[in-house]
């Protein structure tokens, strides 16, 4: 299984330090599954044309053939003014409309205060929902007081995380299983 885990920003650390600890526990509990992180700070992303993605060359071409060829993606992001940062916004705008059939996504979103929980609800899940992605429906949403000097410090938290890797993991397992039953329908 292929897994791409995306810290969707270029700046902060919170979100690559939550992204980090997920990988981690891949690693952990899954070691059989291939594991991509791809961090926005570490790759010089052009911003959307209207060109297919394949068409892009650098680095461009590289994140998002890189999450279309993904099983399921684990996206974190942080939350600026009540939404999604530009750069995770352009990545949605670089892939085609049914970029995420097929494939289980989940996220973990954070944000400097509980405010902001419902995001991922209003902004983030329906942008995921029109590109047709399987969608695992709780999220990890850890705030700033999570963190200590780029580390998360709540137990709740690094908790969820783990559970959110394993609901991952099922929910595609699941969908492969439902897919390989309708296959099988067919003659040919």
Do not use: C, W
């Not at 979100?15 to 991509?36: G, N, R, S």
């Not at 709740?156 to 390989?180: C, N, P, S």
Request: charged share 30%; net charge negative; proline share 3%.
């Amino acid at each position: 299984m292929k897994i791409v885990a995306l810290a969707g920003s270029i700046i902060g650390s919170k979100t690559k330090t939550a992204m980090l600890k997920t990988v981690e526990i891949f690693a952990q509990k899954y070691p059989e599954h291939e594991v991509t992180l791809l961090d926005l700070a570490e790759y010089k992303v052009e911003f959307s044309d209207g060109r297919n993605y394949f068409e892009y060359e650098g680095d461009t071409k590289y994140v998002t053939e890189t999450i279309m060829s993904a099983d399921a993606i684990i996206i974190g992001t942080p939350t600026f003014q009540a939404s999604i940062p530009a750069t995770l916004k352009n990545i949605f705008d670089l892939l085609p409309v049914n970029a995420f059939r097929d494939k289980v996504v989940s996220s973990i979103v954070t944000a400097g205060t509980a405010k902001h929980y419902l995001m991922v609800e209003q902004q983030l899940k329906p942008i995921l929902a029109y590109m047709k992605a399987h969608i695992v429906p709780t999220y990890v949403f850890i705030e700033e007081k999570d963190f200590i000097r780029k580390e998360i410090v709540n137990d709740d938290i690094l908790f969820r995380l783990e559970r959110l890797v394993e609901d991952t993991v099922l929910t595609v397992e699941a969908f492969e299983g439902i897919r390989m039953k309708k296959d099988e329908e067919y003659d040919f």
